[in-house]
């Protein structure tokens, strides 16, 4: 029984642990809120960036011209 009671003893002391350091995550949380985002970096979720569809082809086209010339020198290297 004295690992049992070890085990307790253990689980006992981690759920402290735990508690403070959520005590202590909700205290750090609290001063970013009053700090209105001047210290939010971390503490919040990201927003996701969006791209347009207009941007996403202008990207795609300029790739496939630095594409396009490669391979261009590559059959010249070649041939």
Do not use: C, H, P, Y
Not at 21 to 44: H, M, P, S
Not at 51 to 76: C, P, T
């Amino acid at each position: 029984m004295n690992i049992l009671a070890a085990i307790r003893r253990e689980k006992r002391k981690l759920e402290k642990q735990v508690g403070r350091l959520q005590r202590e995550l909700d205290g750090l949380r609290g001063a970013a809120k009053a700090l209105r985002g001047a210290a939010t970096d971390g503490f919040g979720i990201a927003k996701k960036r969006v791209m347009s569809a207009a941007a996403r082809a202008k990207i795609s086209a300029a790739a496939k011209r630095r594409w396009a010339k490669v391979r261009a020198g590559a059959k010249k290297a070649v041939s």
